[in-house]
């Protein structure tokens, strides 16, 4: 069975910074592009940032030079640190792992940029 486990969320600052963890079970994960999504309230989940088994990667316009996708093959898992957040960042983040044909997803963590 196949699990993506989001973990980091929650209220900062603009400004500020946080550090999205996902933790994948149930798939070889080496051969997976991992990827962050989010869906801000109203609004369609949109992507954030890929980073492919190569570790090649590439970001939203809205995101680039904010936030860094990285993973760790040995620990099965994917980090999205995000610096200078902004107001408009506020969003449920998902974890999504992807091959031609699988596609899965984990249950989201809540990110709000609020004073």
């Known amino acids: 069975q196949v699990q993506l486990v989001e973990s980091g969320g929650g209220l900062v600052q603009p400004g500020g910074s946080l550090r999205l963890s996902c933790s994948a079970s149930?798939?070889?994960?080496?051969?997976?592009?991992m990827g962050w999504y989010r869906q801000a309230p109203g609004k369609q989940r949109e992507l954030v940032a890929r980073?492919?088994?190569?570790?090649?990667?590439n970001y939203a316009d809205s995101v680039k030079g904010r936030f860094t996708i990285s993973r760790d093959n040995f620990k099965n898992a994917v980090y999205l640190q995000m610096n200078s957040l902004k107001p408009e960042d506020t969003a449920v983040y998902y974890c999504?792992?992807?091959?031609?044909?699988?596609?899965?997803w984990g249950q989201g963590t809540q990110v709000t940029v609020s004073s």
């Open positions: 999504n792992a992807f091959l031609p044909g699988n596609n899965y």
């Open positions: 149930g798939i070889i994960f080496s051969i997976y592009g």
């Open positions: 980073i492919f088994g190569d570790g090649s990667t």
